[in-house]
C-alpha cells in the first residue's frame, strides 16, 4: 500500500516556475514507477513525466520536455516536479502516482495523490 500527498501548487505568472512535491508513505516506495499527470479544466487526465527507479530515467510528455524535471528520493520517499517557463496552458490540477509497470496510461497506476492546483496567468 502507498499513500501519496502532494504539494507545492499555486498562482504563477507565465515564464515563472514552481516547484511540486510528493511525499510517500509505505516501505515499498521504491519499487514503483512514480509519475505526475494533469488535468486542466474540461480535459482529461494526461500523463506528464515519469521516473524509473532503478536507474532514474525519465521521460516527459512532448509539451513539456525541456521545461519541466522530474526527480525522485528513495531515502525521503519523495519525488519532485520542477516546473519552469510555465504557460497559462500548464494550468491544471497536478497530481502524482505511482505503478508497477513502466506505462504512461492513466488506468495503470495503483496509487494517486490527491492533486495540487497549479494556475498561470498571463
Known amino acids: 500500500q502507498v499513500q501519496l500527498v502532494e504539494s507545492g501548487g499555486g498562482l504563477v505568472q507565465a515564464g515563472g516556475s514552481l516547484r511540486l512535491s510528493c511525499a510517500a508513505s509505505?516501505?515499498?516506495?521504491?519499487?514503483?514507477?512514480m509519475a505526475w499527470f494533469r488535468r486542466a479544466p474540461g480535459k482529461e487526465r494526461e500523463f506528464v513525466a515519469g521516473?524509473?527507479?532503478?536507474?532514474?530515467?525519465?521521460y516527459y510528455a512532448d509539451s513539456v520536455k525541456g521545461r519541466f524535471a522530474i526527480s525522485r528520493d528513495n531515502a525521503e520517499n519523495t519525488v519532485d516536479l520542477q516546473m519552469n517557463s510555465l504557460q497559462p496552458e500548464d494550468t491544471a490540477v497536478y497530481y502524482c502516482?505511482?505503478?508497477?509497470?513502466?506505462?504512461?496510461?492513466?488506468?495503470?497506476?495503483?496509487?494517486w495523490g490527491q492533486g495540487t492546483q497549479v494556475t498561470v496567468s498571463s
Open positions: 502516482a505511482a505503478s508497477r509497470i513502466i506505462t504512461r496510461a492513466v488506468s495503470q497506476y495503483d496509487y
Open positions: 521516473i524509473i527507479n532503478s536507474i532514474h530515467t525519465t
Open positions: 509505505g516501505r515499498t516506495f521504491s519499487t514503483y514507477l
